[in-house]
């Protein structure tokens, strides 16, 4: 288990509202494991929202969920590629009334998986992405230096018609502490043309770049949802 480096002040100036933003990483600190699974079907059914963390192997999947959630294990990072292998799930909110759920899933496109290893874990992917009840919102996390590649851009198309049915989707460029500041300028308008006019940002677990920012945006995502049906009231007659 390898952390980044010491961290360094935040380089980002803060969202623009930092009482909610504070709130949002309070509430991703509450997470803890909730179940792993090594294949689809061993998924449980889940009624609460989902959000997905995909990418490349090595795009710093389990690093961003352990930023974002302030733990520094809860899910496994590595310098060593295609660490997660299996779908580890994270609930979050208040103990008694959990609201939603983090997915870290195994990363693609590894070079050193054997090709038929690859094309079995694409497939699995695209029908976690397709066909997950509770999905509400992917996160699509991809090297800055490396932009969206190829595999990337498959997985934007994949979940098309659910971005067009209301998923949502957000592209974070990880370690964007290896760019300066103009190569991380150019990398964000690189990706946000490619991202189709989704939300591209900067993330970075060292230097704390667009943390609080991510974690507003996807508590903004859980806010957005319908408020889930109640039970029919008792009858009091
Ligand atoms: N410099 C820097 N390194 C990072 C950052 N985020 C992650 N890393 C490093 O990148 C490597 C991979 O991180 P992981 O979080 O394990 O990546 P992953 O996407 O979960 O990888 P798989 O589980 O193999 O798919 C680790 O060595 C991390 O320390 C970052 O923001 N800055
Ligand atoms: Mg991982």
Request: charged share 20%.
């Given at each position: 288990m390898t952390q980044p480096?010491?961290?360094?002040?935040?380089?980002?100036?803060?969202?623009?509202?930092?009482?909610?933003?504070?709130q949002a990483m309070n509430w991703l600190h509450t997470a803890r494991f909730l179940t792993t699974a090594a294949q689809l079907h061993q998924l449980p059914a889940l009624s609460l929202p989902e959000i997905a963390f995909v990418g490349r192997s090595n795009a710093g999947k389990s690093t961003c969920i352990n930023t974002l959630t302030q733990q520094r294990q809860l899910a496994f990072a590595s310098k060593t590629p295609g660490r997660t292998q299996h779908i580890n799930l994270f609930e979050i909110g208040p103990k008694a009334q959990a609201d939603a759920v983090l997915t870290d899933l195994p990363g693609y496109g590894y070079a050193a998986v054997p090709q038929q290893d690859k094309l079995r874990w694409q497939r699995v992917m695209a029908n976690y992405l397709v066909s997950?009840?509770?999905?509400?919102?992917?996160?699509?996390?991809c090297d800055s230096r490396l932009g969206l590649?190829?595999?990337?851009?498959?997985?934007?198309?994949?979940?098309?018609?659910?971005?067009?049915?209301?998923?949502?989707?957000?592209?974070?460029?990880?370690?964007?502490?290896?760019?300066?500041?103009?190569?991380?300028q150019k990398a964000l308008s690189i990706t946000r043309l490619h991202a189709g006019g989704g939300t591209v940002k900067l993330f970075s677990a060292l230097k704390k770049t667009g943390v609080a920012d991510t974690a507003l945006h996807l508590r903004q995502w859980i806010d957005a949802l319908p408020a889930p049906a109640q039970p029919p009231a008792e009858s009091t007659a």
């Open positions: 480096p010491s961290s360094t002040p935040p380089s980002t100036p803060p969202p623009g509202n930092p009482q909610a933003a504070q997950r009840p509770n999905l509400a919102g992917v996160t699509l996390l590649t190829e595999l990337d851009e498959a997985l934007l198309e994949i979940i098309r018609p659910r971005v067009e049915q209301g998923l949502q989707f957000l592209v974070l460029l990880t370690k964007a502490d290896k760019l300066n500041r103009s190569e991380q």
